[in-house]
């Protein structure tokens, strides 16, 4: 059976859901990446700034843009260095201006992806799956990208039943 890894950033606090801004006790990407570990039995791994993004939502996705704009890899609190011991690596973040959030970049760049398969996963408010192919496709040279997965964020806690069809058919 092939072992597989979670990388995933989630944000919690302030969040845009359903057209409206809403506190969230936990982060939208990290209960589908929740439902995904407990699917097929993977490790999950949560990608942590030491900066944190501002609380408001406003100004979290100001700083987003800012960094997508500027290219800039946040430093994180804990980084992996090593995936060999893993066959699928789901990299799952919010869709904030099209992508990952830059600290999903970060943690990317510092692995080996050789001979991986690496799956898209979005949680999202009306862009789907946005550029999360395109962005695996060039942050993980040697991977094999396989079939995404997008999940609006509204509807996140009561996704469990189709993430883990997804999960089962591909991991």
């Known amino acids: 059976m092939a072992k597989t890894l979670v990388i995933y950033y989630s944000r919690k606090g302030e969040n845009y859901v359903d057209g409206e801004i809403r506190v969230l006790e936990k982060g939208n990407t990290e209960i589908v990446a929740e439902y995904i570990a407990r699917a097929v039995g993977a490790e999950l791994f949560e990608v942590e700034t030491v ?100 999940v609006r964020g509204a509807e996140a806690a009561a996704s469990e039943a189709a993430v883990t069809e997804w999960a089962k058919a591909n991991l």
């Open 51 to 150: 900066k944190t993004y501002g609380k408001s939502y406003s100004r979290c996705t100001e700083e987003a843009m800012q960094e997508l704009q500027e290219n800039v890899r946040p430093e994180l609190k804990t980084a992996l260095t090593d995936i060999s011991a893993y066959d699928n690596i789901v990299v799952a973040g919010p869709c904030w201006w099209g992508t990952y959030p830059c600290a999903i970049f970060t943690q990317l760049e510092k692995l080996d992806f050789t001979g991986k398969k690496v799956f898209p996963v979005m949680t999202h408010e009306g862009s789907g799956a946005g550029g999360a192919v395109q962005a695996l496709k060039m942050f993980c040279p040697g991977a094999e990208v396989g079939e995404s997965l997008a």
